[in-house]
Structures are given as C-alpha cells and as structure tokens.
C-alpha cells in the first residue's frame, strides 16, 4: 500500500531532522512526503531542503500564515496547503507532526493494520514523551484515541469524513465520523512515538478557552462537557482549566459557532459518548 505524509512545520529546527531522518529510516517508505513550511522564522526551511536534495520523495512547501498557533486552525491549514501538492494515487494518508521520532517498523505496522482489515479507516500508535531520563506515555487521552500527531487514514475513509477540519476538535472529530461512517479505529500499544515537544506547549494565551469551544462544536453539550472537561484538567494537572473550558464552551453557545457535524452525528455523537462513559462507570 502507497502512503503519503503531509507534515505542517512551524519553527522546528530543533526537531524537524531527527523526524525526517526517522521516516527515511522506515522500513517501508513513504511514496511521498510533503513537508510544508508554515512561515518559520527559524532554520527549518533549510533543514527541510537538505533532506528533500538528498531524498527525493521529500517535498517542501512554503506557506505564508499568522505566526499565532491556535491549537487546531493552523496546523490543519498548513496540512491542507500539503494536499494541493499531492496527486490521489495514493491508499494512505498521513499527518503528521515535525517533533516525532519514529520506529523503523512503524509505517510497516500500520500498513498490515489496514491490509488485516477493509473496514480500517484510521491506525496510529503511541505518543511518549522524556520525563525524568525515561519515555513515558503521554497520558491525555483514553488508549482507543489516536493522537492528532500521528494519524493515518484510509484513503476512502478519509475522503468519506471530508478531510479534516481546521479547528480544534478536528483531531476527535474525525474518528467520531469514521465511527459514524461505520469505520474502525486501531490503537496498537507496540509503537512507542518519542514526542519531543509535549501537546500545547506552543500554545497562545488566546487559547485557552478552544478546547469549551471544540466540545460545544463537535455537539456534545453541556453535561458531556463538564465531564470530559474535568478529566481533561485533572490529566493535565491542571485543575483550574476545567473552568476555562466551561467558560469556552457557553462562549461558543452564546456565539452560535459553526459546528463540526451535521445535527444527525452531533445525536450520534451524544450516544456514543455516554455509552462510554456508562462502559466505564460499570
């Protein structure tokens, strides 16, 4: 199976050649690699065109943005750009991020995970991050999420959800379709992905209410917010965020923002999220 990597990059030339060397060291290689260059002011540009002078199947892309990263808009716009680039002679795509490090028999892996199975739309591994001298998972989601770092999709299933969306919330609502669209998502717990650069740690100020924003918009309403708010805080301890991302979510309500599903899938939405939640209850 012919996969495609798109990998939206944004001041990372303190990670962008240990992830490029990991994917050229795969033991199955990527047919192309997209790696777009979203306004950087550092050296990653030059990093990215010694890699693509020396490997062919590497692409850069230079994309002219805000400097600002708001967790969502951004990367996926940057992502987007990469999809212009690329043709659709392809079985598997991929995003993404400039601060992994991968094992060589990572994409080996999630190739037999889609070709075991036709009703695979997603596949991912683990995100790990350094604590302390050792590799520990990143611990922010439950373990049957793939983590918006590293997300693979059949080409169908991905064609089927209508890409991703760029807004917070992309990164969930995405397995929610393909759940709704009748797809599976695999988790495999043997690929451990070194993440560099922990999740939000570039991130604004301004964002601290999106993640209200994204549970009001990805139609889960007020009493699964409260609750996947309060876990959300607590993993990353930091307790007081549960009252921002309330605060973010009757901002979004009052302001009728635009939804990330149809009225249909937010009630699918609804009813998948409270079955898990009564799974885990009992």
């Given at each position: 199976?012919?996969?495609?990597?798109?990998?939206?990059?944004?001041?990372?030339?303190?990670?962008?050649?240990?992830?490029?060397?990991?994917?050229?060291?795969?033991?199955?290689?990527?047919?192309?690699?997209?790696?777009?260059?979203?306004?950087?002011?550092?050296?990653?540009?030059?990093?990215?065109?010694?890699?693509?002078?020396?490997?062919?199947?590497?692409?850069?892309?230079?994309?002219?943005?805000?400097?600002?990263?708001?967790?969502?808009?951004?990367?996926?716009?940057?992502?987007?750009?990469?999809?212009?680039?690329?043709?659709?002679?392809?079985?598997?795509?991929?995003?993404?991020?400039?601060?992994?490090?991968?094992?060589?028999?990572?994409?080996?892996?999630?190739?037999?995970?889609?070709?075991?199975?036709?009703?695979?739309?997603?596949?991912?591994?683990?995100?790990?991050?350094?604590?302390?001298?050792?590799?520990?998972?990143?611990?922010?989601?439950?373990?049957?999420?793939?983590?918006?770092?590293?997300?693979?999709?059949?080409?169908?299933?991905?064609?089927?959800i209508g890409g991703l969306r760029p807004q917070m919330g992309w990164d969930t609502v995405?397995?929610?379709?393909?759940?709704?669209?009748?797809?599976?998502?695999?988790?495999?717990?043997?690929?451990?992905?070194?993440?560099?650069?922990?999740?939000?740690?570039?991130?604004?100020?301004?964002?601290r209410y999106k993640q209200g924003e994204a549970f009001y918009t990805l139609g889960y309403?007020?009493?699964?917010?409260?609750?996947?708010?309060?876990?959300?805080?607590?993993?990353?301890?930091?307790?007081?965020?549960?009252?921002?991302?309330?605060?973010?979510?009757?901002?979004?309500?009052?302001?009728?923002?635009?939804?990330?599903?149809?009225?249909?899938?937010?009630?699918?939405?609804?009813?998948?999220?409270?079955?898990?939640?009564?799974?885990?209850?009992?």
């Open positions: 199976m012919k996969y495609y990597i798109i990998i939206p990059a944004y001041n990372e030339e303190a990670y962008m050649a240990v992830t490029l060397q990991s994917l050229v060291e795969q033991t199955v290689l990527p047919t192309k690699v997209i790696v777009v260059n979203d306004n950087s002011t550092d050296k990653t540009p030059e990093i990215i065109a010694e890699y693509s002078q020396k490997y062919p199947f590497i692409q850069l892309v230079n994309k002219v943005s805000s400097a600002i990263h708001l967790p969502g808009s951004k990367v996926i716009q940057a992502f987007q750009e990469g999809l212009k680039h690329l043709d659709d002679h392809y079985d598997i795509i991929v995003k993404v991020d400039a601060d992994l490090i991968f094992p060589k028999n990572y994409f080996e892996t999630i190739i037999h995970h889609f070709q075991s199975d036709e009703q695979i739309g997603m596949a991912g591994g683990f995100c790990y991050i350094e604590k302390n001298g050792d590799w520990v998972l990143e611990n922010l989601t439950d373990k049957d999420h793939i983590r918006g770092a590293l997300k693979a999709y059949r080409k169908v299933a991905f064609e089927q995405d397995e929610l379709l393909c759940k709704f669209y009748n797809w599976k998502v695999v988790t495999d717990e043997t690929l451990h992905v070194k993440h560099l650069k922990p999740t939000g740690a570039s991130y604004n100020k301004t964002a309403g007020f009493t699964i917010t409260a609750i996947a708010s309060m876990k959300l805080a607590f993993r990353k301890g930091k307790p007081f965020l549960f009252i921002d991302y309330l605060n973010g979510f009757w901002k979004a309500k009052r302001e009728n923002k635009k939804m990330l599903v149809t009225p249909e899938q937010a009630q699918f939405v609804k009813k998948y999220r409270l079955k898990k939640m009564k799974e885990k209850l009992f």
